[in-house]
């Protein structure tokens, strides 16, 4: 779910000013699994805007505060939520880990980085939403390692119907800032595409 559709439409302005998401119907990105896709979206560049940085840090507070009351930790998914979730643990005053996309094969051999307790109520925090499998990887690893993930926030997510069904059967809800097709209808308004790359990017969406 949107935090707002106000937000939401906040949010995908700043994210198309910025370049952090672009839109190219006619000539589609290669996603590293090899989806060949028309909108390619990379949240870390939001860090180098200082008050887009503010902006979604305290967007993410206020969304963790609404729905997800009583959250005693912030983890981060490697690599993208890292940073974000460390602001928004700071933000909230909370204790912060991030989860690896895989036990390290030296050391500890951790997957889980900073502490975190039994039976302790947690909201992972995400920079963006594909197919959701890596992000429903870390919060498996944090209830396998006894916590209670009460829920997950990120900036965006493709809202793809493969990523929903995903987040339904691990019965973890999803809060976001924006998605694809609060941005599609603000880069539909300001002139970004027209209609005749709104089919393509229609398209591509319900092919998952």
Partial sequence: MLLSHEVALQTAELLLKIKAVKLSPKAPFTWASGIQSPIYCDNRITLSFPEIRTFIRQQFGTAIREHFEGAE????VATGGIAQGALVAQELGLPFSYVRSGKKEHGLSNQIEGRVEEGQRIVVVEDLISTGGSSLSAVAALREAGCLVTGMVAIFTYNLPVSI??????????????????LIEKALATGYVNDDDLKVLNDFKNAF
Avoid: H, M, R
């Fill in 165 to 182: 069904q995903k987040f339904k059967e691990a019965n973890c809800e999803l809060v976001t800032l924006s998605d694809y097709d609060v």
């Fill in 73 to 76: 930790a912030i983890a981060g």
